[in-house]
């Protein structure tokens, strides 16, 4: 069984930062790619930012320039350096990995639970 557990929400004003965690736990053999994904009350679940094993990087457009993704890998954690932060930068901020755990032959997609990311003057 793996977990990934997200912390790091919270609320802030605009031009503010954050930076949001997550780390995987359970019988992890690897990880490859590691993202954050968010969800504002009323949308669909958007994909923000990408991260590979290697430490190659992709964002979303409407977060590039402001946001950075990072992970330590012996620690199984992604993070999320959000920086300039826009009232519509409010959601609930996911994380999401593709882990094999041992004894198996495939990667498998895990979701963290979420935490809340609030930007109001």
């Known amino acids: 069984q793996v977990h990934l557990v997200e912390s790091g929400g919270g609320s802030v004003q605009p031009g503010g930062s954050l930076r949001l965690s997550c780390a995987a736990s359970g019988s992890i053999f690897s990880i490859t790619n590691m993202r954050w994904y968010r969800q504002a009350p009323g949308n669909q679940r958007e994909w923000v930012a990408v991260?590979?094993?290697?430490?190659?990087?992709n964002y979303a457009d409407s977060v590039k320039g402001r946001f950075t993704i990072s992970r330590e890998n012996a620690k199984n954690t992604v993070y999320l350096q959000m920086s300039s932060l826009k009232p519509e930068d409010t959601a609930v901020y996911y994380c999401?990995?593709?882990?094999?755990?041992?004894?198996?032959?495939?990667?498998?997609?895990?979701w963290g639970q979420g935490t809340q990311a609030t930007v109001s003057p």
């Open positions: 991260i590979t094993s290697g430490g190659s990087t």
């Open positions: 999401n990995a593709d882990v094999r755990t041992y004894g198996a032959y495939t990667y498998k997609a895990y």
